[in-house]
T-cell receptor, first 115, second 113 residues
Framework: EAQVTQNPRYLITVTGKKLTVTCSQN?????MSWYRQDPGLGLRQIYY???????DKGDVPEGYKVSRKEKRNFPLILESPSPNQTSLYFC??????????????FGQGTRLTVV | KNQVEQSPQSLIILEGKNCTLQ??????????LRWYKQDTGRGPVSLTI?????NTKSNGRYTATLDADTKQSSLHITASQLSDSASYIC????????????FGAGTRLTVKP
């Protein structure tokens, strides 16, 4: 089954304690991205990756890091989480560029609370 | 300013009724517009995708329309069911960068028995 898998689904942590949210896709997609979703706002892009070893900042990258060492994995790293990073996070993947119908598949989400 | 605006923010309807959700966008140059359904606590799932040359597309009881001249889209839900309760998100991509999606804040639909 084609899917994007995020882990963990729920996480409560304390300010300053480094954490990693994993994302894996099994569709051989080149493009992967991370979003955060906050009440009243649309999904906002944090970071994206066009392919292995190619990453770039999205709209709200501050306080986050990513890596893309393998095509299927795109972890999101919070080196020193702060309460304003409490949010619902989604990973998504799709084929890169060309063609009008580049379908994006989303993970199930990670609910992060930083206290 | 968000480039994709949706209305209403929330909507409550009775089971079996129809409803229409609106999306206005300023993303330019326009490439495609998608509607996603997002159940509470879950990831968005695609309903429809339309390019500038398409002005209507259906997926079961969901029908999306697009007016690229006025930069407006609507999602019409026919004969609503309880399972239609969800957030509906309008997403627009610019030409030449189909992977860069601009998200609306969504319309929260509640269908009551």
């Amino acid at each position: 089954e084609a899917q994007v898998t995020q882990n963990p689904r729920y996480l409560i942590t304390v300010t300053g304690k480094k954490l990693t949210v994993t994302c894996s896709q099994n569709m051989n997609h080149e493009y992967m991205s991370w979003y955060r979703q906050d009440p009243g706002l649309g999904l906002r892009q944090i970071y994206y990756s066009m392919n292995v070893e190619v990453t770039d900042k999205g709209d709200v990258p501050e306080g986050y890091k990513v890596s893309r060492k393998e095509k299927r994995n795109f972890p999101l790293i919070l080196e020193s989480p702060s309460p304003n990073q409490t949010s619902l996070y989604f990973c998504a993947s799709s084929f890169a560029g060309g063609g009008m119908n580049t379908e994006a598949f989303f993970g199930q989400g990670t609910r992060l609370t930083v206290v | 300013k968000n480039q994709v605006e949706q209305s209403p923010q929330s909507l409550i309807i009775l089971e079996g009724k129809n409803c229409t959700l609106q999306c206005n966008y300023t993303v330019s140059p326009f490439s495609n517009l998608r509607w996603y359904k997002q159940d509470t606590g879950r990831g968005p799932v695609s309903l429809t995708i339309m390019t500038f040359s398409e002005n209507t597309k259906s997926n079961g009881r969901y029908t999306a329309t697009l007016d690229a001249d006025t930069k407006q889209s609507s999602l019409h839900i026919t004969a609503s069911q309880l399972s239609d309760s969800a957030s509906y998100i309008c997403v627009v991509s610019a030409y030449g960068n189909n992977n860069d999606m601009r998200f609306g804040a969504g319309t929260r639909l509640t269908v009551k028995p």
